[in-house]
């Protein structure tokens, strides 16, 4: 189901994409996706991609919540990409991606967006949408 899940994501990104007038450069899923940590481990995001429209390019790390992992391995996982953060850290192309938590239901969005509130600068990289609102939530951002 997981895996089905970010395929989803990746076509319905694709659709958006073509009428929307924006590019899906790169989506790669896991493990093709790991980047070092810096620390000699990897940073596992469930997906990686690129977004473009014009000179206008949007990195996400992507991380789909079936909600199956308690929200204290999911914080430990969002801990993971605010470390990275704060060492200073570049992910693809030299940027640090933004991170997209996509969650299977409105109740899960809820608990993990609460828990994100009480990590130190956590809302400012990362973001909690249920998994039917991703792709329209980054093809908003990429207009912004």
Wanted: hydrophobic share 40%; charged share 20%; glycine share 6%.
């Amino acid at each position: 189901r997981h895996t089905i899940a970010v395929s989803e994501l990746y076509v319905r990104l694709v659709e958006l994409a073509r009428s929307n007038s924006f590019g899906v450069s790169e989506f790669a899923t896991e493990p093709g996706c790991y980047w070092p940590n810096g620390l000699g481990g990897l940073l596992k995001p469930d997906a990686h991609t690129m977004l473009t429209r014009g000179a206008v390019s949007d990195h996400w790390w992507i991380e789909h919540d079936q909600a199956t992992e308690s929200l204290p391995t999911v914080r430990r996982k969002l801990q993971t990409y605010l470390d990275f953060w704060h060492r200073g850290q570049q992910g693809p192309r030299g940027i640090m991606p933004r991170v997209l938590v996509s969650a299977i239901t409105e109740q899960r969005v809820k608990a993990i967006t609460a828990m994100i509130r009480r990590l130190p600068e956590a809302e400012e990289l990362v973001t909690v949408v249920q998994s039917h609102d991703a792709p329209a939530h980054m093809a908003q951002t990429l207009r912004q």
